[in-house]
């Protein structure tokens, strides 16, 4: 039997082949620079592999010529427009040797990434082949890893290609293309109107599904920090010098059970009342064991924060990596929700892979002799990979690739080690009628921390004290405090809110954000070693506008597309068909769109702030009884919120 293997990417194709034919292959070249075929014989299935490769999607979405070009029609008429599905052009030799190839073949197996993106490639895949071969027969190769184990298994036995996945990618590019085009349209066309500088640079502003509700995170948290006043507060600092085990006379801090309060006339009178009294009394001493928690198992979401606060990694950047690493075969599939290893899932043999590192090897022998705790379990299982974990040793890695695998490695040894255990005291003592606790911990086996310095537990020593035991406060005094600014958003915190409200997928986040970041929506700022974003004038405007709208479901907010999100999910389960999806969908998004275009003009006033034609003069009229009679040539300009029309007279630079 002649069977046809096709991976997502030529590094896969290439990883396949020499694990099934134990690297006696013959290869030969394609019409395409990047795609080889490999082929050899298969004793195991008594077949005849030739194992070849896509790049990425074939095929692309459009719409006809009658609604492609920007002024064929109204926008509105993009929601009920067909969409044609082709081959890209730059993919034409790719189909070509599919179609050479499948007319040999007995058996198409697809072997493109598990995921939901990878299941709709492999569908791209079975249509064209199906093309030169109607009667082929279709199966896929499951994997997570490209390690020899995985690799044999998944071509002894293959499952059916999920058409319900495929189904929900579909539903998507469609929805995402009718929802993009449509607005993007209308809001470019509308802007250019009224902004010279838009339309002679003939620039694009776009609209995305996705991509407004992330900028509206960003631009949500600029507010709030612009907004943001300082308020001052009160609290009673309480501390008591005594010696202790390790140190003398150290420092013993009581916190205040009230933490602080904003009233200054209340906190002096407290205040008062605690100086009638000021001999403190031990009320209660509180010794117990008590555990650092290892961290749980590792997914794609986790991955892109830890990049982004801990590695100082874009989580794009992040991603693009740990994707390179598991075509080389050091991880697993980089791409799942799943924080839960199966039952069944051979931890010692990775493990012992890790033993020859110079910085970690030791670690990983300790868990061999004894160390090994079974990982803790999270909520979530995609039921398609385990979380993500080293396959295989990495030694030679340099800069960031050697960042990434390094956190993978240690997070993947953390987990299979035990928790931090740790003895804590609490004092809890009462003063003046005010109640107040000082906490001490003594670290007893650090046993995860050792091997994962991303974590930190430090131990506090504090003095003996017994119930009863009275003593008078080193110090007791009333401070005054500020309430602290917010901090800007960070990229890892706008990784948690994406996914908090459903805003795209594992595999999709780090790409809406970056689109944004691309589209001059939002801008990167460093302070320190941190990096912040900051919503662009034109970013602040397009969300300020479309709030005041008033959409009963914003397009700037998260509830319409985490509502698409879940009716994807939907799809995949096969309790909603892709027809339906689209249709209940696309009938929102042109209620949204028939408001939104019929109130622009709420958008135009906030993005007025960011255009300005180069030199200018005004026409004013009366402003707060103000007489003047220049005229200009600009279109549109802005002062305090009022707004002026242009002719043409002498020009003034665009700061008068």
Partial sequence: MRVLCVAEKPSISKSISQILSGGQFTTSATRSQFIKNYEFDYPQTNSFYTVTCVSGHLTGSDFPESHRKWNSCDAFELFDAPVETHVASDKKAIEDNLLTQARRADMLMIWTDCDREGEHIGLEIVRVCKRAKRNIVVKRARFSAIIAQQIHHAAQHPVELDRAQADAVEARITLDLKVGAAFTRMQTQILQNHFVQLSEARNVVSYGPCQFPTLGFVVQKWNLVKSFVSEPFWHIHMSLRRNTSSSDGEETVFNWRRGHIFDEDAAVSIYDFVLSDPLARVTKVTKKETKKWKPLPLTTFELQKAGSRLLRLAPKKVLDISEKLYQQGFLSYPRTETDQFDPQFDFHSLIRKQVVDPTWGAFAN???????????????????????????????????????????????????????????????????????????????????????????????????????????????????????????????????????????????????????????????????????????????????????????????????????????????????????????????????????????????????????????????????GFETSVKSTCRLVECNRFFFEASIYPTYSTSE
């Fill in 366 to 624: 300790s868990l061999e002799e004894g160390g090994f705790a079974v990982p803790r379990k999270g909520k979530n299982n995609d039921k398609a990979h385990p979380p993500i974990h080293p396959t295989a040793h990495a030694g030679n890695l340099v800069g960031d690739e050697r960042k990434v695998y390094e956190f993978i490695t240690r997070r993947f040894l953390a987990c299979c080690s035990k928790d931090a255990l740790g003895f804590q005291t609490t004092v809890d003592v009462e003063c003046g009628g005010e109640f107040f606790y000082a906490t001490g911990l003594l670290v007893l086996e650090r046993n995860y921390l050792e091997v994962y310095p991303y974590d930190k537990w430090v131990g506090h020593e504090i003095p003996e004290f017994e119930e009863g035991e009275e003593f008078q406060p080193s110090v007791c005094e009333l401070r005054e405090g500020k309430t602290s600014k917010p901090s800007l958003l960070t990229e890892a915190d706008l990784v948690t809110l994406m996914d908090k409200n459903g805003i795209g997928t594992d595999a999709t986040i780090a790409q809406h954000i970056q689109t944004i970041i691309d589209r001059d929506y939002v801008i990167e700022k460093m302070e320190g070693s941190t990096k912040y974003l900051i919503p662009s004038k034109l970013g602040i405007g397009l969300i300020e506008g479309y709030n005041q709208i008033g959409l009963n479901k914003s397009v700037s907010k998260p509830q319409l597309r985490r509502e698409t999100e879940r009716s994807m999910v939907q799809v995949c389960e096969g309790t909603k068909t892709k027809a339906a999806m689209l249709e209940e969908t696309i009938v929102q998004y042109k209620e949204m769109f028939i408001i939104a275009k019929r109130e622009f003009e709420k958008v135009i006033s906030p993005c007025s702030a960011k255009f300005f034609t180069p030199s200018w003069t005004f026409q004013f009229g009366q402003i707060h």
